[in-house]
């Protein structure tokens, strides 16, 4: 790059700073060579992913003979090719490691395109490192940047959480083909992978909806008990003992329970009835199916009932059989890419879309809902990568109150703008991660939550730490959970009531890798929703962030969760704004379950099937009086034209 | 051209699924047997020409020609990442075809190392989408006219520094298609669900909308007379780069930058005139609207940082 002489000490800058690119994808690629083309020499890249097929599309550091290696390894090779003075060092592992703590303390400023915000985040703070912050899906793109002090952290904002399902609507109401999908990788894991008690599948006797009279309910779930015991033993025994045949195992998902559920008949007061399926009903109806020859891809087309079946059948045949190679107490786990799985889940959804008088769906479709897919392009990566230099460049210069919240839109807005900038906000003063002293308060069942649960929960998958140790503060400082391991393990199927944990409890939290410390205040109740396990007073969890009414256009940006389970399409469903999901193409490709990576939930009880998760966050554009006043004074002047 | 790409074989390989499909599920199956039956000529590889090349190569365009006639120096290597370090002394357009060929094996991809300017007519008609890079203007103003008359698109565009420009012109009859929500008027018996008791937007089905635009040439657009009172109202909100773009060969475009609290200001000098000065806010083309010149006294130093 050619530089006139104001700019040679931030040509300087350039190549001694060191900077850290979190994440080798769609924005990794495309920042890794702005980077290298700009002149930054010492860059150290982190991805713990590795090359898939479908990343080639826009991660052009990436060819065809690459898929399955390490992206962080392989975009350094390619990065190299057209910078070999460059300095680059590549680490195929999760920036949760702990190691990275000791990196992060020599950088000026990392630029982190990824998940595991919350974490990033946080060490930043700790370290005092201006951090660049950015997303894409589709067309839209965001970047900001987080300085301490200066701006608003990555969770001064209360993010709206992932929109979860409650049991009986999965289990026994479904009304759109998202549940059905839910419903459908529930039972994937039932049958074939983990097991998990928040992943029931069968009809939900205690659906408060369904009883006339709460004694019924317990009637009811006692009379289960005598049918045939299906319920006292795991749904994965009991495939197993019919040897998994899909027959048998369609009559009781699609036909058993489906007029199991139809006994419950308050539920379809004011809904309409599901309708059962009969397997041989189904085979003796059944027509070939019309080829349409489509100019289509074969994924997109939807199949008849009969088609399904087969489907499920094929697809049932094939797992089980998976999983007796793999022997005694194997698992499978569920991957989109895994064709059987995907055939599964597809073929299961679809019967009970039909059962439920829902439009079946295609499995292209399913895979989009099921899979958690965002559509992804070079260019919108492209244009990102670059604001995110510029940015950069902005805080070398010491310049760092220039920089700026920057969205893309996909289209320009009243003003003929693709891009639109918005003011950095001040830190929030109510912050629980960056305020001086974070303070927080949790609602819970002091005498039914557990220790294990605070720990894994509360604190580390809703508060994003990693390794916590909590102190009770009872004037003895006694410790209930230390982050050593083997320390306070006995501690975790306790109640924390036994504790002495009770309302108006106080506990310190601190996560010394994040240098961060939280006090928890104890809020003890009796009365949370069903399936609610905890709740952060003074947060909505689902609500959609409102658009703020001085904007042109209602432009709300939120960073989609990607848990599997609960997918982030249906989440706005409602909403008449245009409300947007934007999440970092990096986040998509994170399958490896081998990390657990935060993921703030409303506190629902579930598990996340797989590691794919991420953050959601809210940011609304301000422009401020300040700038727009800036631009109104061009205003009144006059415009001289020259012919 | 529409017709022309409908003949093109329907069937998406499985190979083209798999790498296609993050962009499929974007833009749709349609848009992408339209890219992958259509062939674009690229004029220009520096920095600004390889980005239009990758993007369009990883978009998977049937065919792209690379056009240039410049030769390899050492700042090429630092302004695109086409061309190998190694490269110095050969043809431009040649020396980035390797690099841009691996990005997408399907695209047929072509170096000519011809002057654009040297082209006959019927060179430009054998492309589907025209793009030129730092041309001049009396090229874009011939390959325009000729190519929009035949359905041909044209894209011209060009970067100085931190600022730039894009022009095009989809032609005066632009068929295109938009993908909007349904919305699900309250029926009782509702196929998607049974709680369709309001109309809402539906999430799970669109429906395509068929549109028209208009653009106007480049000629056109070059020749608005900005004295006349239409012309001035709009000049607020006309972007400083079109200055730049009209005054390009003649002027000493940047000559001067004062730097004003957060804001550059530049000044267009068209044969030694102000013609006028420009706001420009931040470097994120966020928004740059035309302000009136200061007083004569003033005396600036100016930085320009140039790619």
């Not at chain 1, 929703?529 to 009414?549: I, L, M, R």
Request: charged share 25%; with cysteine; glycine share 6%.
């Amino acid at each position: 790059m050619a530089i006139s002489h104001g700019y040679i000490e931030l040509a300087d800058s350039l190549s001694s700073c060191k900077v850290l690119v979190v994440g080798a994808g769609g924005i990794g690629c495309e920042l890794l060579k702005n980077l290298v083309l700009t002149g930054f020499k010492n860059i150290e890249v982190i991805d713990l992913d590795t090359i898939d097929v479908s990343n080639l599309n826009r991660q052009f550091l990436f060819q065809k003979k690459h898929v399955g290696k390490s992206k962080a390894q392989v975009a350094k090779e390619s990065a190299l090719q057209f910078c070999p003075s460059a300095n680059i060092t590549a680490y195929h592992d999760s920036i949760m490691n702990d190691v990275f703590f000791f990196f992060l303390t020599e950088y000026k400023t990392p630029f982190v395109p990824v998940a595991a915000r919350n974490h990033v985040n946080r060490m930043c703070l700790a370290a005092d490192i201006p951090l660049i912050e950015s997303g894409t899906a589709g067309y839209l793109g965001q970047v900001t940047v987080i300085k301490k002090g200066m701006t608003e952290c990555y969770e001064c904002q209360p993010k709206p959480t992932q929109k979860t399902f409650p049991g009986c609507t999965i289990r026994n109401t479904p009304s759109e083909p998202i549940h059905c999908i839910v419903w459908a990788k529930y039972l994937f894991n039932q049958l074939f992978g983990e097991e998990d008690a928040d992943q029931e599948v069968s009809p939900d006797t205690a659906d408060p909806e369904a009883a006339w009279k709460p004694e019924d309910t317990a009637a009811r779930a006692t009379a289960s008990e005598k049918d045939g015991d299906i319920k006292r033993v795991s749904t994965k025994d009991w495939a197993r003992s019919t040897g998994f045949d899909a027959v048998k195992l369609f009559n009781k998902l699609f036909k058993d329970d489906i007029m199991y559920l139809l006994t419950m008949d308050k539920l379809w007061k004011k809904r309409k009835a599901p309708t059962p399926l009969d397997w041989q009903q189904l085979e003796d109806s059944a027509r070939p199916q019309e080829e349409t020859p489509g100019s289509g891809l074969k994924d997109q087309q939807v199949l008849g009932v009969w088609g399904y079946c087969q489907l499920f059948q094929h697809s049932v045949e094939t797992l089980s059989s998976h999983l007796q190679e793999k022997g005694e107490g194997a698992e499978l786990v569920w991957d989109k890419d895994d064709p059987p799985a995907m055939d599964f889940v597809t073929a299961a959804a679809n019967l009970r879309m039909h059962i439920f008088s829902m439009n079946m769906k295609s499995r292209f479709d399913v895979k989009s809902m099921a899979g958690n897919i965002i559509p992804a392009i070079a260019t919108t990566n492209a244009v990102i990568a670059g604001l995110i230099v510029l940015e950069g460049l902005k805080i070398l210069a010491g310049e760092v109150e220039t920089c700026r919240t920057i969205f893309l839109n996909k289209c320009p807005n009243l003003r003929k703008k693709l891009l639109v900038p918005c003011v950095l906000d001040p830190p929030s003063a109510n912050c629980y991660v960056c305020a001086s002293k974070p303070e927080v308060t949790v609602k819970f069942n002091v005498h039914k939550t557990t220790v294990l649960a605070l720990q894994d929960r509360i604190l580390k998958e809703r508060f994003g730490m990693v390794a916590p140790d909590v102190q009770i503060e009872d004037g003895k400082g006694t410790i209930l959970i230390s982050s050593e391991e083997g320390e306070t393990e006995a501690n975790n199927h306790k109640f924390l009531s036994d504790f002495g944990i009770r309302n108006g409890s106080r506990l310190q939290v601190d996560d010394f890798l994040q240098d961060y410390t939280l006090l928890v205040n104890v809020l003890h109740t009796e009365e949370l929703e069903h399936d609610v396990e905890f709740e952060v007073v003074g947060e909505a969890p689902d609500k959609a962030p409102t658009p703020p009414s001085n904007q042109e256009e209602a432009n709300s940006i939120t960073n989609g969760n990607k848990d599997s389970a609960q997918p982030s399409t249906s989440s706005k469903a409602e909403d008449d704004s245009d409300d947007v999901m934007i999440v970092d193409s990096d986040e998509e490709e994170a399958a490896s379950s081998a990390t657990a990576k935060p993921a703030p939930s409303s506190g629902t009880k579930r598990k996340h099937s797989d590691a794919e998760t991420g953050e959601t966050s809210t940011k609304r554009p301000r422009t401020t009086q300040q700038s727009s006043a800036a631009a109104d004074n061009d205003d009144d002047d006059d415009i001289i034209a020259l012919d | 051209m529409i017709d022309t790409i409908e003949k093109e074989d329907p069937v998406i390989s499985e190979e083209e699924a798999a790498q296609y499909d993050r962009q499929i599920r974007l833009w749709g199956l349609d848009a992408q047997k339209r890219l992958r039956g259509s062939r674009v000529l690229l004029a220009g590889l520096g920095g600004l020409g390889a980005e239009v090349a990758k993007n369009l190569i990883l978009a998977g365009v049937k065919g792209l020609t690379l056009l240039d006639h410049e030769q390899v120096s050492e700042e090429s290597c630092r302004a695109q990442f086409l061309v190998p370090v190694t490269a110095q002394g050969q043809n431009r357009a040649k020396a980035s075809l390797e690099r841009a060929q691996n990005l997408n094996p399907m695209v047929e991809v072509h170096a000519d190392p011809d002057r654009v300017e040297d082209k006959p007519d019927d060179f430009f008609l054998q492309f589907d989408a025209v793009c030129l890079i730092g041309c001049s203007r009396d090229l874009m103003v011939r390959v325009d006219q000729l190519c929009s008359q035949r359905n041909i698109k044209v894209f011209c565009g060009d970067v100085y520094g931190y600022y730039g420009y894009m022009f095009c012109n989809l032609g005066q009859e632009h068929n295109y298609v938009e993908e909007k929500l349904k919305v699900v008027k309250p029926t009782r018996d509702s196929n998607d669900g049974p709680e369709a008791k309001k109309a809402k937007v539906d999430l799970n089905e669109t429906t395509m909308v068929k549109k028209t635009a208009s653009f106007c040439t480049l000629k056109e657009a070059l020749e608005v007379d900005w004295t006349s009172e239409k012309a001035k109202a709009g000049l607020k909100r006309t972007p400083v780069d079109y200055f730049l773009l009209h005054g390009n060969e003649k002027c000493q475009f940047i000559k001067q930058v004062k730097k004003y609290k957060c804001f550059s200001v530049i000044y267009v000098i068209l044969d030694s005139k102000p013609l006028a000065g420009f706001f420009c806010v931040e470097n994120s083309f966020a928004g740059i609207r035309p302000m009136s010149p200061p007083s004569t006294k003033f005396h600036g130093h100016g930085h320009a940082a140039f790619a």
